[in-house]
């Protein structure tokens, strides 16, 4: 069974996903690409982080977030390889997007991605559900 402050924090970091989702697609409204890539990520990576939570696992870096989502949920069957695949490109794409000149997103990736990342929270919040039920 998960502790109370457990759950409120994977409630919490849930929901600063679905925010952080919200914020991206009024950014891609208005053409800010670039800056809509960065928050897509972020709604990924925060759906991981309360994935993590769910069996006790934490990392301050983002790197390490990957590989313990790729090490406990991908190669374990929890979460589906092209999932995995896409949690990876949208890392990809926010290393780009924040650390390289030049770099502008075309709108038809971004809409490819926005779609993509409600599925994969959606996929998230499925598993947890289901991981806090059976905890209960």
Do not use: W
């Not at 989702?21 to 208005?30: N, Q």
């Not at 770099?103 to 289901?130: A, D, N, R, T």
């Amino acid at each position: 069974m998960l502790k109370p402050e457990i759950v409120a924090l994977i409630e919490y970091r849930l929901t600063r996903a679905q925010k952080t989702l919200e914020d991206a697609k009024l950014l891609y409204k208005h053409g800010r690409y670039n800056s809509c890539m960065n928050r897509l990520y972020y709604s990924v990576f925060y759906s991981v982080l309360a994935l993590l939570r769910t069996e006790n696992l934490m990392s301050s870096k983002h790197s390490g977030v990957r590989s313990m989502f790729h090490k406990e949920f991908v190669k374990k069957c929890v979460i589906p390889p092209d999932l995995g695949k896409f949690y990876d490109e949208m890392f990809e794409f926010r290393q780009m997007g924040d650390y390289e000149d030049f770099i502008e997103f075309e709108k038809e990736k971004v809409s490819y991605c926005l779609i993509k990342v409600e599925e994969f929270i959606k996929f998230i919040g499925k598993i947890i559900k289901s991981k806090k039920e059976s905890k209960d």
